[in-house]
């Protein structure tokens, strides 16, 4: 299950998910307008990433039951 490419690329797009809403804290923990700023791109950043992710996850779950595993 582990040598499934799909899989791996959905855990990347996760971790690419918390990287991004990582960030976005910390930008939002500067405060000030410019942190805000950052703070609210990268939340939008997140949420495309996340839509992504989620897709991607859906893929393999759907792919794997055709497979019949």
């Given at each position: 299950m582990t040598d499934d490419p799909l899989l791996i690329i959905a855990l990347v797009a996760c971790a690419i998910v918390l990287i991004i809403l990582l960030m976005g804290i910390n930008a939002f923990r500067k405060?000030?307008?410019?942190g805000s700023k950052q703070s609210n791109r990268l939340m939008q950043w997140r949420i495309g990433a996340q839509f992504v992710a989620v897709l991607l996850i859906l893929a393999f779950v759907y792919f794997r039951r055709q497979a019949g595993g």
């Amino acid at each position: 299950m582990t040598d499934d490419p799909l899989l791996i690329i959905a855990l990347v797009a996760c971790a690419i998910v918390l990287i991004i809403l990582l960030m976005g804290i910390n930008a939002f923990r500067k405060g000030g307008v410019e942190g805000s700023k950052q703070s609210n791109r990268l939340m939008q950043w997140r949420i495309g990433a996340q839509f992504v992710a989620v897709l991607l996850i859906l893929a393999f779950v759907y792919f794997r039951r055709q497979a019949g595993g």
